[in-house]
């Protein structure tokens, strides 16, 4: 058996760094939304990185581009790595952004030490996989999985009625390539883990065999708008106020459900004309439940959808459910994840199973292909916060796995 592979450690760091750059937001962080200027910039200099090493890039007609080393035999499915480059809003510099990175170091190291792979090596950058401009997130590896049709994503507008399309072209990023509609060997995803057990263990990778099942709901209130002196209680109409009974609802049920660690939570709240001195005639409230378990799932989500008649008699308006998508119910594939058990062990890595508890674009990806995701530790768990922070320390050993794991992806028989 060959000595384990290693990653040229501080270049990974450097290219990093370099994104650390591009969408500064609160100190510390970033603010690179999707399809925004400044997520060109971004896109510009991964796809920049990608051709200067030789591979070959493509974007699809959903802006996911890939980049794709060349495998000795070009007729067999080609292995993945990939993740996102956008970021929420108030972001970290390494939620998604280490898992893109990592692959594209991955193809770097493997040019590095002149190791061919028997199937060629791809990188994706998902576009829009935060949702946090145009919902619900995740939706080019949706699209790409078949979840999505292509012209309602491309159909999807942001708060300010601007079309995804309409900003893909903007950007030059509406690409040619057809989305999904051919077969992937296998998809590997590296991400932060987004909650505090490896840094608080101190161990300095996790294998993810599932996620929490999500459901997600987008709510609209209707009423309608009068007054704020003079119009009678008994007659008010106002959309603020049904929204936010419903979002107190939502977080109650989370509450019902913390012993078994579930989750609800409003996570958005939108409201129009939203105005000092007048009621707001409609409002919008975005709902996501979370549990290990899909039918507890299921179950919270019934009871905020219960709930409607009653809040919409208390605050006098109607609710309407506009929205909705569902995902972690996947469950990856076992042969990856004993991959990516393998090569911890020979690294000498100390590792643990895990449950994902957020979103990624490996749940759309394992519908279509067998796939399994690493978690490396970030500092307190903490992240969509600009105080996000990982280090290179924590986050090689990680990246170690994962170039071994695709290599013997790869070169499999």
Not at 402 to 411: C, D, E, G
Request: aromatic share 8%; glycine share 10%.
């Amino acid at each position: 058996m060959s000595a384990p592979l290693n990653i040229n450690a501080p270049r990974f760091w450097r290219t990093v760094e370099r994104s650390d750059a591009i969408g500064i937001g609160r100190a510390g962080g970033l603010q690179r939304v999707a399809l925004s200027d400044d997520d060109k910039i971004m896109r510009d200099q991964f796809v920049t990185w990608c051709k200067e090493a030789g591979y070959a890039v493509t974007v699809d007609r959903v802006g996911s581009i890939f980049a794709r080393r060349a495998g000795e035999a070009p007729d067999l499915p080609p292995v993945v790595i990939g993740s996102h480059l956008d970021t929420q809003v108030n972001g970290g510099r390494y939620d998604g952004v280490l898992g893109v990175l990592a692959g594209l170091e991955v193809l770097r190291s493997l040019d590095d030490q002149r190791i061919k792979t028997k199937r060629a090596v791809e990188v994706v950058s998902w576009t829009n996989e935060e949702g946090a401009r145009f919902s619900p997130p995740m939706v080019a590896a949706g699209a790409f999985a078949g979840v999505y049709p292509v012209d309602w994503v491309l159909g999807l507008k942001d708060d300010d009625g601007i079309g995804f399309g309409d900003e893909l072209r903007r950007l030059g990023y509406d690409g040619r390539a057809p989305v999904g509609g051919r077969p992937l060997d296998a998809y590997f995803e590296l991400h932060i883990e987004q909650g505090p057990e490896l840094w608080e263990r101190n161990i300095p990778v996790g294998l993810v065999t599932k996620g929490y099942a999500v459901r997600g709901t987008v709510v609209e209130v209707m009423g309608e708008t009068a007054h704020t002196g003079p119009w009678p209680m008994d007659k008010r109409k106002n959309a603020l106020v049904g929204a936010a009974m419903l979002a107190v609802a939502v977080n109650d049920i989370g509450w019902q459900f913390h012993a078994s660690a579930g989750k609800a939570t409003p996570s958005r709240l939108v409201a129009w004309p939203n105005k000092p001195g007048i009621l707001s005639d409609w409002a919008q409230v975005t709902c996501d439940f979370r549990h290990l378990d899909p039918q507890s799932a299921d179950q919270m989500k019934a009871l905020m959808l219960a709930q409607l008649p009653e809040l919409a008699k208390r605050a006098n308006v109607e609710f309407k459910v506009v929205q909705e998508w569902v995902f972690g119910n996947e469950r990856f594939d076992p042969a990856c994840i004993g991959l990516l058990r393998e090569a911890s062990s020979r690294l000498g890595v100390p590792s643990i199973d895990m449950a994902s508890q957020a979103g990624h674009d490996a749940y759309h990806v394992s519908k279509v292909a067998p796939t399994a995701m690493i978690f490396t530790p970030c500092r307190d768990g903490i992240t969509h916060n600009n105080h996000e922070f990982a280090d290179l320390e924590r986050t090689l050993p990680g990246v170690n796995v994962l170039l071994n794991a695709v290599v013997a992806r790869a070169n499999r028989v």
